[in-house]
T-cell receptor, first 115, second 113 residues
Framework: AQSVTQPDIHITVSEGASLELRCNYS??????LFWYVQSPGQGLQLLLK??????LVQGIKGFEAEFKRSQSSFNLRKPSVHWSYAAEYFC?????????????FGDGTTLTVKP | EPEVTQTPSHQVTQMGQEVILRCVPI?????FYWYRQILGQKVEFLVS????????KSEIFDDQFSVERPDGSNFTLKIRSTKLEDSAMYFC???????????FGNGTRLTVT
């Protein structure tokens, strides 16, 4: 069965600093990988996804993530963080089968941005 | 850009009552999902629906839950007899199919008192 681990429950960074959110997955083959962001009381917004091809994927709002098969990781990065990016971030893995929309989510990382 | 819409945004119900959560997926999507997020916890898969039938369901999705696509546009989740532990945010999602990402709605917050 697939699983996702987000080792950092809570991260605090200063505005303008760089950000890296960690995600490790467990899956028998190459999975589909996603990062979502959730602002308080809001839905889930897709930041970026990896399906195949280039292992460095670009997403919305200047986010990027790199798929590293050898480390079973898909870490999210942002060179410079704005206060508005404070939110909950979820990594998710989807299976490469007929039900790829069935995603398994990590526990999430809460990002706090200090002024 | 097309969106998945969910109504209501917040539903309060008494324990034992039936509740129906409504979703309008994106019109050309073929696969539909319900996910649940208990406050402070991770998002969990409940059920997937394709070709007018359930394609997969989790162990959470017991006999108290049912889904329906009654008219080709709405996708509903019914909880027959709500329990306190059903209190959560329920997200509807849809996708065109494989190699397409899920599009999530903004969720319905269900509070069971």
């Amino acid at each position: 069965a697939q699983s996702v681990t987000q080792p950092d429950i809570h991260i605090t960074v200063s505005e303008g600093a760089s950000l890296e959110l960690r995600c490790n997955y467990s899956y028998g083959a190459t999975p589909y990988l996603f990062w979502y962001v959730q602002s308080p009381g809001q839905g889930l917004q897709l930041l970026l996804k990896y399906f195949s091809g280039d292992t460095l994927v670009q997403g919305i709002k200047g986010f990027e993530a790199e798929f590293k098969r050898s480390q079973s990781s898909f870490n999210l990065r942002k060179p410079s963080v704005h206060w508005s990016y404070a939110a909950e971030y979820f990594c998710a893995v989807g299976a490469r089968n007929t039900n790829a929309g069935k995603s398994t989510f990590g526990d999430g990382t809460t990002l706090t941005v200090k002024p | 850009e097309p969106e998945v819409t969910q109504t209501p945004s917040h539903q309060v119900t008494q324990m034992g009552q039936e509740v129906i959560l409504r979703c309008v997926p994106i019109s050309n999507h073929l696969y539909f999902y319900w996910y649940r997020q208990i406050l402070g916890q991770k998002v969990e898969f409940l059920v997937s629906f394709y070709n007018n039938e359930i394609s997969e369901k989790s162990e959470i999705f017991d006999d108290q839950f049912s889904v329906e696509r009654p008219d080709g546009s709405n996708f509903t989740l019914k909880i027959r007899s709500t329990k306190l532990e059903d209190s959560a945010m329920y997200f509807c999602a849809s996708t065109q199919g494989n190699n397409s990402p899920l599009h999530f709605g903004n969720g319905t917050r269900l509070t069971v008192t």
